[in-house]
């Protein structure tokens, strides 16, 4: 579907991935300048938890800070589509609507749940065909299993992504229920495996670029409380590396939703013009 919106035009394209072996949909915002100019910075933005492309389009408000700004915006469904292995829509936390933005080594999933690869190379080639993008001008935000998928697309791949933004993210996945879960059945019991996939662990290491980190998080989110998110553990790993910049900002009297969500992204998007416009 197209619609307008804020000058730009709000788009819902799909094709077929060769990465992930199946027809994925994904949401692109171009801004009124896309028919003027070449070049355009682009935001990826990566969804959470039993999310389609859907859910940051209807609810977030992007689209008149990216229109402001003259920035394309992709993001992508959260999971490969159109299978059925055992198991797979049996749970909101792992299979469909649950590919954790990494790449499987394990049975049945191996072969298609490999989201890290589709979001870092096979995407960007896409827009780049068939957009006036400059995918060097490139920032990526993400929510909760999104923003761990951003944080670690980021940190993984040095001076791909001028920023990230992230709202609650899953920030030590391989020390929560949630990310325990996930990773043992995408990556098996390799815990070294899981460390390469962890933004905690990723960020001590991280040699590259100066990156800055802008991590908003709401006070009264339930997940903060139960300990999936654990953003303190990435605070106390970017605090040891001189290349990260992380401003952790935590939001009293906000959940873990939408509403959350809309509240900031304005300020995100700002933050995130200053690096790629």
């Known amino acids: 579907g197209i619609n307008a919106e804020y000058g730009g035009l709000q788009c819902v394209y799909e094709h077929e991935s060769s990465i992930l072996k199946c027809n994925m949909k994904f ?34 408000g992007f689209q008149r800070f990216a229109a402001k700004h ?10 490969p589509r159109g299978f059925d292995f055992p198991g797979e829509h049996d749970s909101y936390d792992f299979g469909s609507g649950a590919g954790f933005y990494v790449n499987a080594t394990e049975e049945p999933w191996k072969n298609n749940y490999r989201m890290y690869s589709y979001i870092t190379g096979e995407l960007p080639s896409v827009l780049t065909s ?4 400059n995918v060097n001008k490139s920032a990526i935000s993400g929510h909760s299993m999104g923003g761990h998928g951003a944080l670690i697309c980021a940190l993984k791949n040095p001076g791909k992504y001028k920023c990230v933004s992230v709202f609650a ?8 229920p949630w990310g325990i879960k996930a990773f043992t059945g995408y ?18 290491d991280y040699d590259g670029p100066k990156l800055e980190i802008l991590l908003d998080q709401g006070e009264d989110d339930p997940y903060l409380n139960d300990k999936q998110l654990l953003p303190e553990n990435l ?32 300020e995100h998007f700002t933050f995130m013009a200053k690096h790629i416009c």
């Open 235 to 266: 605070q106390n790993s970017c605090a040891g590396n001189k290349l990260l910049s992380l401003n952790l900002r935590k939001q009293p009297g906000y959940d873990h939703g939408y509403y959350f969500i809309s509240s900031f992204i304005e």
């Open 27 to 60: 949401g692109c915002y171009l801004p009124p300048q896309h028919d003027k100019k070449k070049n355009l910075p682009v935001v990826y933005f990566l969804s959470g938890l039993t999310c389609t492309e859907q859910n940051f389009i209807m609810k977030s």
């Open 130 to 133: 068939n957009f006036n993008v």
């Open 187 to 204: 990556l098996g019991e390799n815990k070294g495996a899981w460390k390469q996939c962890d933004a905690t662990y990723l960020a001590k």
């Open 70 to 79: 003259g920035i394309v915006v992709i993001n992508p469904d959260t999971s």
């Open 169 to 176: 993210p899953i920030a030590n996945p391989s020390e929560c």
